[in-house]
């Protein structure tokens, strides 16, 4: 019968839409399973595992149906077909989240949980436009058209065997009876509905009980007596070594040293771990990115969504505050956005000397290529240490100096990739690989090319840092944030599983250590070596999370090691060989594969203990007391009118929309109100160079040409290339009558900035208003303009 005829739906049409539901969750659980299986990720589509899935999908189908059959009547028996149609959207929109979250398992191979809450929208922005943004937007909108159109098939084609379907009465009682069986399936996140995995993920995460009990206030702090386990391998010298931290994106154990079982693609860093102390069983304490800087630089604990997402820091201790309190110079590269997981604000907090990335490299360098929709992560990797090789270093003063790669991140497309991609033929062809590796490889060939270029440009950095001032009085550390995300992990702890390489010109011996330590213990042991050897000021007590760097050649396990695996989910804990992991209690072997074990419910509880402190402690200010702090963290204030003001004009939440009401407020002459939101966006994104450029010009409005002089320098120091800032300074040196320092600027702008011709006519007026002043431009140092304009060349 023409359901277009019915006066009003019933359980019938209720009943095939549910069907149909099912039918579409059923197509993406096998699109999944083959675009898994095409990878290489499994051996066979059609598995338990893929019975398991359906029988989780039917768990869903059916809780999605006895939810949503009271709204179905309900609207029904007010009008006819209203029931019908709110059904229909609501289910298609779950289908079309759970295509979405089908899609970001399937590449990468974790599923959206409780961490989607610790991501902002701006840095979701740029991941996607990174990924593909254009591509996968296309992709998304046909992916919808096929789905809704599916769906809508499937419906009409069940009006055919719905007969069949009649006998099953009352339909209520069999969808819970289904629901129920689909509890007592066991469940992972390949096999699970990756909608109810979200809901399911969200919900603890916000419900989670994480209150503090103890009467203890700073439950961290301890005496510094970290056992100095690295001095008899290094001859030091009476100068303080310079520190030099290499952190490579997606750098896992996998991929390096001996038996990595995607061996050959790092040839330099293999042979570096046979001329170093090198830990084979190393861990990064997080997933992803975000919480390598705390961890590996300052054994910080969490909070909920990683230390750096923090709405504001608690006092703390890291490498970089107590080597800059005894004489160091701190710096750190990278090639993309600082901005990006609040990179600026962690190191803003800590006053690091000098910050390189994405906006500070100049006309020399260029970008990694584009991806499809035409966007870029910023410079690769061998770009990154060539322009830091090219900056100045001081003789006289030790430095700590830490690099960020960037290179081997989706979209791996590194420069020169089809001879890269052309070398991994070649070790593939010479290599003893066993076939399910082999396919892995094959279908991942950009990822392998991009792991052959950052170990090349890896191999030239250190060559190169051979002419820099002090080299022989040189420590490099080497790690990976975590361990490549798209390539398939042997089990749960594979993510966390990274190598750690320490090198120097100054190492007595080499040594391989099988024993497990993790990137909280590298920062006590380094000030435990420096300690040692030279009078540092340090703390009377610390809160470091890590202890001394286990030196067990042999495989061992002792210490208590959390581990966050993405923001807001910390559901891995490591107690000795024991690991609690989604619930379950795994043993760990000389391997760092794990096994069933039992008897670690104990291990849960240290967890839950841990969970507790590490939320205390980072939201009440707890780490260590104001007493130890070397930097205290200088909130910028704002009064209570102020702040009710800021808060009815913008969130704090995209540094963009800030600029952008700030500089509407400017263009209303609302000076005042401008630079106020401009303070407030800078406090929340330090790296934000518009919003100063805007200070800069909001200033010089006002008539305080001296301060935004002082701005607009401070600009184009962090950013050589970029041709606002000049723009806004060449304004204001006309409008303040500096004649000479705008022909100076000119030869400035020249020498650094790509896009001069975009601002010729103020070229043009600066060196027209110098031969009315009769200021000729060869009377113009080079070293002048460096010194005034405050640029880095």
């Not at 419906?155 to 069949?164: A, D, I, L, P």
């Not at 009064?639 to 963009?656: A, M, P």
């Not at 518009?690 to 001296?706: A, E, F, P, Y």
Request: net charge neutral; glycine share 6%; aromatic share 12%.
């Amino acid at each position: 019968m023409n359901t277009s005829t019915i006066d009003r739906y019933t359980l019938k049409q209720y009943t095939r839409l549910m069907i149909s539901f099912f039918g579409c969750l059923l197509v993406l659980t096998l699109f999944q399973y083959g675009v898994l299986y095409y990878k290489g990720v499994l051996d066979s589509i059609f598995s338990i595992s893929l019975l398991k899935a359906i029988v989780h999908h039917i768990g869903f189908t059916a809780i999605t149906g006895i939810i949503m059959v009271f709204p179905f009547n309900f609207w029904e028996n007010l009008r006819s077909k209203y029931g019908f149609n709110i059904v229909f959207v609501l289910l298609s929109f779950i289908l079309i989240i759970e295509a979405m979250l089908t899609g970001y398992y399937c590449s990468t191979l974790v599923p959206l949980g409780s961490d989607l809450l610790g991501y902002s929208y701006s840095d979701m922005k740029i991941t996607i436009a990174n990924s593909g943004g254009f591509m996968l937007s296309v992709y998304l909108f046909i992916g919808v058209v096929i789905l809704i159109s599916l769906f809508l098939g499937l419906y009409r084609v069940t009006s055919k065997v719905y007969h069949r379907i009649s006998r099953m009465y009352p339909f209520t009682i069999v969808l819970f009876s289904l629901f129920l069986a689909s509890l007592f399936t066991d469940g992972k996140p390949i096999n699970q509905n990756k909608t109810q995995y979200l809901v399911v993920n969200l919900y603890n995460s916000s419900t989670e009980d994480n209150s503090y009990t103890s009467t203890e206030e700073y439950p961290l702090v301890k005496k510094p007596n970290i056992e100095n386990v690295l001095g008899e391998y290094f001859t030091l010298k009476e100068q303080k070594p310079n520190i030099v931290f290499i952190m490579v994106e997606g750098l896992g154990r996998d991929f390096v040293g001996e038996g990595a079982e995607y061996g050959g693609f790092t040839p330099y860093l293999d042979s570096l771990t046979t001329k170093s102390l090198y830990w084979e069983n190393f861990l990064s304490n997080t997933g992803r990115t975000f919480g390598v800087l705390p961890s590996l630089l300052g054994s910080l604990p969490f909070g909920k969504s990683g230390f750096m997402e923090l709405e504001e820091f608690p006092n703390k201790l890291t490498l970089f505050s107590v080597l800059k309190n005894n004489g160091y110079h701190t710096s750190f590269y990278q090639g993309t956005n600082s901005s990006f997981d609040k990179v600026d604000r962690f190191l803003n907090s800590e006053n690091v000397d000098f910050v390189l990335d994405k906006s500070g490299f100049g006309v020399n360098y260029q970008q990694q290529a584009e991806d499809a929709a035409g966007s870029s992560w910023g410079y690769p990797d061998k770009e990154l240490f060539k322009k830091s090789i090219s900056l100045p270093r001081e003789e006289n003063q030790p430095r700590l100096e830490v690099y960020m790669t960037i290179s081997t991140h989706e979209p791996f497309i590194p420069p020169s990739q089809e001879y890269y991609e052309r070398e991994v033929e070649t070790i593939l062809s010479k290599g003893n690989f066993d076939s399910r590796v082999e396919k892995v490889i094959e279908k991942n060939d950009n990822v392998f090319a991009t792991l052959l270029y950052t170990d090349e440009a890896i191999k030239w950095f250190m060559q190169a840092y051979k002419s820099q001032p002090n080299y022989e009085n040189t420590i490099f550390i080497i790690t990976g944030d975590h361990r490549l995300i798209p390539i398939p992990q042997r089990n749960n702890i594979s993510r966390f599983h990274v190598p750690l390489i320490m090198y120097s010109p100054m190492l007595k011996t080499t040594r391989k250590m099988s024993s497990v330590s993790s990137h909280f213990d590298v920062t006590p042991s380094i000030l435990a070596l420096l300690e040692n050897q030279y009078e540092l000021k340090m703390p009377k007590k610390v809160a470091w999370m890590g202890g001394a760097l286990d030196m067990q050649t042999a495989f061992r396990s002792t210490k208590n090691i959390p581990l966050m695996r993405n923001k807001n989910e910390l559901k891995e804990y490591i107690s000795e060989e024991k690991l609690y992991t989604d619930g379950d209690i795994m043993e760990i072997d000389e391997n760092m594969d794990i096994s069933s074990a039992f008897g670690g419910s104990s291990v849960e509880a240290t967890l839950e203990r841990f969970k507790s402190i590490n939320h205390y402690v980072t939201t009440e200010n707890k780490i260590i007391p104001d007493s130890l702090a070397i930097f205290t963290i200088q909130k910028e204030k704002f009064t209570d009118s102020e702040t009710v003001w800021l808060n009815s004009v913008y969130d704090g939440k995209d540094s963009d929309k800030g600029y952008f009401k700030a500089r509407e407020l400017a263009w209303n002459k609302k000076w005042d109100k401008a630079l106020l939101l401009c303070r407030y966006n800078l406090s929340e994104a330090p790296s934000h160079i518009d919003t100063k450029i805007l200070m800069g010009r909001v200033n010089s409005w006002k008539g305080n040409h001296d301060k935004a002089i002082e701005i607009l320098k401070e600009c184009i120091n962090i950013n050589p290339n970029y041709i606002d800032s000049y723009a806004a300074l060449f304004d204001v040196y006309f409008w303040s009558d500096k004649t000479k320092e705008a022909l100076e600027l000119t030869i400035a702008v020249e020498a650094n900035s790509a896009s001069a011709n975009e601002i010729s006519a103020k070229i043009s007026r600066a060196r027209s208003q110098a031969r009315k002043a009769n200021i000729k431009i060869n009377e113009v140092a080079t070293s002048s303009v460096n010194s005034k304009a405050g640029i880095v060349k």
